[in-house]
C-alpha cells in the first residue's frame, strides 16, 4: 500500500473513530448529566461513579462501532478486554481531570450575576467533561489504531 492510500485510510479511520467517540461522548455526558441533576453533585469523587456507570454503557457501544465500523476488524477474543481496559484507564483518567477541574469552577466569577451558582456549576462541569473526552479522544484513537485494532500485530 502506498504513503498517500495509508494516509487516507488512517485519516477516513480517524473521522470515524471521531464520530463514534462523540457518540460515546453523548452517552457519557448524558448519563453523568442524569445522575448529576438527580443528585445535584457537580464536583467531588462522586463523579467517579457517574463516569463508571457511564463507562459501563458506552464502553460496549464504541467496542461494536469501533470493530465494525472505524477499524472493520474481525473479532479476536482479546479484543474486547483490550478495547474495554483501554477505556477504563481512560475513564480514570478522565475522572482524574473531571474532579480537579470541578474542584474551582471560573464561570462564578465570570457569571455571576447573570446565572444561577446550580446552573453555572452543571455548565462548568459539562465543560470540563468535553475537555476530558477530547485529550483522552486523541490518545485512544492512536492507542487503538496502533495497538488494538492493528492488523499487522495480528499477523
Not at 40 to 67: D, M, R
Request: charged share 10%; hydrophobic share 50%.
Amino acid at each position: 500500500m502506498n504513503n498517500k492510500k495509508k494516509i487516507n485510510q488512517s485519516l477516513a479511520q480517524f473521522i470515524k473513530y471521531s464520530i463514534v467517540g462523540a457518540f460515546n461522548t453523548v452517552i457519557d455526558i448524558g448519563v453523568l448529566n442524569i445522575l448529576s441533576y438527580i443528585t445535584g453533585i457537580t464536583h467531588g469523587k462522586f463523579l467517579f461513579l457517574f463516569n463508571f456507570i457511564a463507562f459501563l454503557i458506552y464502553s460496549i457501544c464504541g467496542y461494536y462501532l469501533n470493530i465494525n465500523y472505524t477499524f472493520k476488524e474481525n473479532e479476536t477474543k482479546n479484543a474486547y478486554f483490550q478495547y474495554s481496559s483501554l477505556l477504563f484507564l481512560g475513564m480514570i483518567l478522565n475522572s482524574f481531570i473531571l474532579v480537579h477541574l470541578t474542584r474551582r469552577n471560573p464561570l462564578i466569577h465570570i457569571l455571576h450575576h447573570h446565572r444561577s451558582m446550580a446552573h453555572l456549576n452543571h455548565l462548568w462541569l459539562n465543560i470540563s467533561m468535553i475537555i476530558g473526552c477530547t485529550i483522552l479522544g486523541l490518545l485512544g484513537f492512536f492507542i487503538n489504531k496502533f495497538f488494538i485494532f492493528n492488523k499487522k500485530k495480528a499477523l
